[in-house]
């Protein structure tokens, strides 16, 4: 019985890459835009959109990074292949963290093989998964998140959430509002003691 959960879970992956290949091929034009600054940051301009003018047009500077180190990797005729696959990956991730989590918060197999399976046959998962967009990214930071929270024993301050938190900020500018949110939970929920260690750290 004790390998029926990752047993679930693994069914729940496969389902996710099914309806991923059948839309692996779709594109958008907004990628190619981050992969420009990316490109530009590469060959040691900056990054910009075109060398010499100091103008920003990426929304995730994380995601432009993330760009540049597949540019350096794959080449500029792969990335969009490899920044699917990374999407593809990042949302696995998220799948297993919320299988993970539901399973500690309910202890209910049912439940949590539920969600994960909920999570995978998500369209909207699925397709922001393969736009080659920083969506995928910012959610398996904001699961990440979730799960330090959840895993954090009471009274003790978890050190990777202002991590995770920053990186958050740097994947979208809305993850400003939800890091401050979680921060303040956090610090919120330790013991005094812990707290002032936690800022001394």
Not at 85 to 103: E, P, Q, R, T
Not at 137 to 158: D, F
Not at 171 to 186: K, N, Q, S, T
């Amino acid at each position: 019985m004790k390998k029926v959960g990752p047993v679930c879970l693994l069914a729940a992956f496969a389902v996710f890459l099914g309806v991923a290949f059948t839309v692996f091929c779709r594109n958008t034009d907004d990628p190619f835009i981050t992969y420009r600054y990316a490109k530009n940051l590469v060959r040691g301009y900056g990054p910009v959109f075109n060398a010499g003018e100091r103008v920003e047009g990426f929304t995730s500077p994380l995601h432009m990074l993330v760009s540049a180190l597949l540019l350096l990797v794959v080449g500029q005729s792969h990335v969009l292949f490899a920044a699917k696959l990374f999407g593809i990956g990042c949302s696995l991730v998220a799948i297993g963290l919320v299988y993970s989590m539901i399973s500690q918060l309910l202890r209910s197999r049912l439940f949590s093989v539920a969600a994960a399976l909920l999570l995978a046959s998500n369209p909207w998962m699925v397709l922001s998964s393969v736009n080659g967009l920083e969506t995928a990214m910012t959610g398996m930071l904001v699961a990440i998140a979730a799960r330090l929270q959840i895993s954090q024993k009471a009274g003790h301050y978890s050190r990777g959430l202002p991590v995770v938190a920053f990186l958050i900020c740097a994947a979208r500018p809305e993850g400003f509002l939800l890091a401050v949110v979680m921060l303040v939970y956090a610090v919120w929920w330790t013991e005094p003691i812990s707290r002032r260690k936690a800022f001394r750290a």
